[in-house]
């Protein structure tokens, strides 16, 4: 007779507790990943670094090419 009583708490719980607990768990776990790390925070500020020196750089060998050889665009 224990075991049928039992049984009515056991389903309470499976229905209502724990899928809240879940939701819970699983959206708390989301917004911590969310964010981006100080870590992460710094290579992407060295690497934007490096592409605007890599743009610069590319800005100066075309500069350097259309006064050398104008027809290089035109070449294949």
């Given amino acids: 007779m224990s075991g049928i009583a039992f049984m009515p708490l056991a ?3 499976m ?3 724990l899928p809240i607990w879940i ?3 699983y959206g708390t776990r989301w ?3 969310r ?3 100080s ?3 710094q ?5 934007w670094d490096a592409a605007g020196k ?6 100066t060998l075309e500069r350097i090419l259309d006064e050398e050889a104008p027809d290089w665009r035109t070449r294949s």
Wanted: aromatic share 4%; glycine share 4%; charged share 25%.
């Fill in 11 to 13: 389903v309470l719980f």
């Fill in 15 to 17: 229905v209502v507790v």
């Fill in 23 to 25: 939701i819970a768990h």
């Fill in 31 to 33: 917004r911590s990943n």
């Fill in 35 to 37: 964010a981006i790390s």
């Fill in 39 to 41: 870590g992460d925070e």
């Fill in 43 to 47: 290579l992407l500020a060295e690497l």
């Fill in 54 to 59: 890599m743009e610069d750089r590319l800005a």
